[in-house]
């Protein structure tokens, strides 16, 4: 019988007030795609960073080739055939593809024949790179690719990939899965993580499903259903999003003819852009990453200040007032970027409900904050949108990416806002918690908020959206009514083949 290539058995490992990982184990064998699926908090980050040596375990056994196999860090890992592509990309912008690269090596050897390597092994699986272009000058997918080269230049065993195609088009999705089965066909291992159930079933052998850091059952993916697997990852039926019918009122906000320049050298400019938004619309603006979103929700949110009639809400000139001045308006924001930008990172729950919440929670009063407020308005945020976690006095960054992304999500809807703006709202999040956010954000809209979501996830927009608008180098298109958009129409729309000349919803 054939030795697998990795077998964890009885793989333990808890935190404080959580257990991340009891008891778990399962087989990955050789040249096998093997999902690792389960909601946000479910273990399985904590269980690949054990794999990878980043964690150690407190109980429980693993062995590689059929050898005890117990890295103490990362180095020991790679060393022993193991490879990781991390779902947020550790890139140096200024630095260009081969200097990136170098800098993930323990000896590189001189930069002409890394640059020729990396061109070989590039071509060679389809994902072709430069190795002289700056980092900050490429795509999204084009990043993606460096950490993935990245790891092939070591030739491993087992390629761990953790949300992988949460920033690719469908076209750099199909040019990732040739690689994934070119490198399945040559015998190496895939662990892979998604929340993308239908690539799942499309790629993956063998599935094993976490559920309270517990292993619940293994499937294989191509004969059970997408739904199937989201309800064995929660234990229950999966609850689909339900649209209200809403007639939207009157405009609420006016963006006309803004433009603003590129925030940074590896930024993008926004160029006359035209739109209105009206109560209870849900209006979804998709487009390929890097094409401007962050700088739209900037703009939107008041961190990038515009002239005061380039944003009008509810008739009043806004573009010169800051996010604290707006959200006291009710135009509030939640961003792409959890840590560091949505949350910070070594402040409690608490102290994060306060940052955003003060204004309209009146968690404030004269500079003096009431933190037994913000406490209780932290746990109305962790029970409503069902964020694991052992309390509000836990920092963000304990908490897995989606459920931080719950945690933001709510935040913002709680406060029943005029204007909610959202940036990839359901980034990295499992399919119960992305149908709950969804749901709140049609509530929203249902009781007459004006909601603008920014996403790259097209069924997203399609599922809540009433009009769509394709941002393309820092353009926005006319906005369509989804109800009448075929999936050709939008591709186009977000190339760029589409008129500039914007008209008003």
Known sequence: MTVPLLRLQG????????????NVSFEIGQGEVHALLGENGAGKSTLVKMIYGLVKPDSGTMELNGTKFAPSEPRQARADGIAMVFQHFSLFDALNVAENIALGMENPPAMRDLASRIREVSETYGLPLDPYRTVGDLSAGERQRVEIIRC?????????????????????????FMTLQKLRAEGTSILYISHKLEE???????ATILRLGQNVGECIPSETSAREMAELMVGSALQTPERSRRTPGEVVLDISGLSVPAPSAF??????????????EILGIGGVAGNGQDELLGVLSGETLVEPDAIKFEGRKIGALGPNARRG??????????LGHAAAPDMSLTENAMLT?????????????????????????????????????N???SLSGGNLQKFVIGREVLQNPQVLVV???????????AASIRQSLLDLAADGTAVICISQDLDELMEIADSFAALNEGRLSAPRPTANLTVDEIGLMMGGAHGMEVAHV
């Open 357 to 393: 919440g003060a204004v309209r929670e009146g968690l404030e009063n004269r500079g003096f904050l009431n933190w037994g407020a913000a406490k209780e308005f932290a746990d109305r945020i962790i029970e409503r949108f069902d964020v694991r976690t052992p309390g509000p006095e």
């Open 11 to 22: 793989l333990t490992k808890a935190y404080p007030g959580v257990v991340a990982n009891n």
């Open 152 to 176: 092939l230049l070591q030739d491993p065993k087992l390629l761990i990939m953790d949300e992988p195609t949460s920033v690719l088009t469908p076209q750099e999705v199909e040019i990732l």
């Open 200 to 206: 799942i079933r499309t790629l993956c052998d063998h």
């Open 395 to 397: 920092a963000a960054r």
């Open 423 to 433: 940036n990839q709202p359901t980034w990295g999040v499992d399919a119960a918690a």
């Open 267 to 280: 930024g993008t400019p926004l160029k006359n852009l035209h739109m209105t938004v009206r109560k209870g």
């Open 329 to 338: 308006l009710g135009v509030l924001a939640a961003p792409e970027e959890r």
